[in-house]
């Protein structure tokens, strides 16, 4: 199932379907996933369906910042963790769950800093748990190693300036420091090259200007062209060749 950055919407007096055909009364707080962006003044149930009346526009699911939709469905799944904060990146772990990097410090009732795994069941995955000190922007899984790119300095509390590797079970961060000197927007894995795009103008102790290759395993750099502006996207086709 593909993960979007939206929230679900429809507009109108709002008519909600409820999946439970128990009394309304005694029921526990239930998690805020249907809501308007403004007052509701009156509601008449009709079955399992709640019509709702006010001073709205919209009414619709809260996915919060990220929303997991299926390929035959514009419906988000409602059991996907909601973060405190904006996501940027996620790439998903091939068993069914996904990684997730952005600028939050709570992933459903977990405390997670800036990156984190959702399990296939969409829980928080308990053993994973670099903890970096600022904003990921950039995630890319390469077998067992997850490649975390942004604005941070420091990951699993050990000093990684804006691009850093760590062990996708663990968490354990990697020797693997290239040390670029500026924000990490983006990054692929081709072959055992690491490309890295960015802010950064020095990567590796080296002058190289918002464009990069490294060894995805030493981070020793590798010759590559340079531009002469920020890189904050690119889609690597499996076929580059490096001199």
Sequence with gaps: MPFLFSKQLVAGLAAVLFTSTTPLLAQSLQPPRIQTDGAVYTTVRDGNVLYVGGSFTTAGYYTGYGSLLSTSSHM???????????IYASVPDGAGGWYIGGWFSKVGTVSRSYVAHVLSDHTV??????????IVR????SGATLYI???????????????????ATTGVVNAF????????????????SLYVGGDFD???NQRRRHLAAVDAASGSLINYPVTNGTVRAFQADGTASLS
């Design 76 to 86: 988000p799944n409602t059991d996907f963790p909601i973060t405190d904060g904006e």
């Design 125 to 134: 995955d308990p053993a994973f748990n670099p903890a970096a000190d600022g």
């Design 138 to 141: 950039a995630l890319c899984l």
């Design 149 to 167: 790119g942004g604005d941070f300095n420091q990951v699993g509390g050990v000093a990684r300036g804006h691009l850093a590797s760590v062990n």
């Design 177 to 192: 420091n290239p040390n670029p000197n500026a924000t990490v927007y983006a990054l692929s894995v081709v072959g055992s």
């Design 202 to 204: 020095v990567i590796g």
